[in-house]
């Protein structure tokens, strides 16, 4: 055997390996083709069933939103004519309503009064006695004492 035969040896035997090792590459390449074809079709099949329903919930959530959206027009609706019916109800009875209460409160009081003996109802000093007296002084109707005038002066 001369060089050249054993150089032409070395030669198919290194393409034979490599041959084969793109055999078994593409071999493995095939596999994960079929694989990633039959996972598509898979969630393709499960996809479709799924994009309908949520289309048929989309449907029925749009008609029960149309149906609050009515629902809430009508609450406004009522909101606003029951506001205008208690305006209505307060600017027509309110004045009067307190007028008789008023004079209802008149009578009864003026109903205690005579009913009451002179000696029950206390008679205190004239406007005029009270803003001489030098011990008390008069603020707003009401008497203060000397000793608290003193301290707001001091």
Not at 14 to 19: G, H, N, T
Not at 76 to 98: H, I, K, M, R, Y
């Amino acid at each position: 055997m001369s060089g050249g035969e054993v150089a032409g040896i070395l030669v198919a035997v290194f393409w034979a390996i490599l041959v084969s090792f793109l055999a078994v590459v593409l071999v493995r390449l095939a596999q994960t083709l079929r694989a990633t074809t039959k996972l598509v079709a898979d969630v393709t099949d499960q996809a479709v069933p799924l994009l309908a329903d949520a289309s048929t919930a989309v449907r029925s959530a749009q008609t029960q939103l149309d149906r609050v959206d009515a629902i809430a027009t009508d609450v406004q609706e009522v909101t606003s004519n029951a506001s205008a019916l208690s305006t209505t109800v307060a600017s027509t009875f309110g004045g009067p309503l307190v007028k008789v209460a008023a004079f209802g409160y008149g009578v009864r009081r003026a109903i205690g009064r005579k009913g009451a003996a002179p000696a029950d109802v206390p008679e205190g000093p004239s406007r005029r006695q009270r803003s001489n007296d030098a011990s008390h002084t008069v603020i707003v109707g009401r008497t203060v004492p000397s000793a608290r005038r003193s301290k707001r002066k001091g």
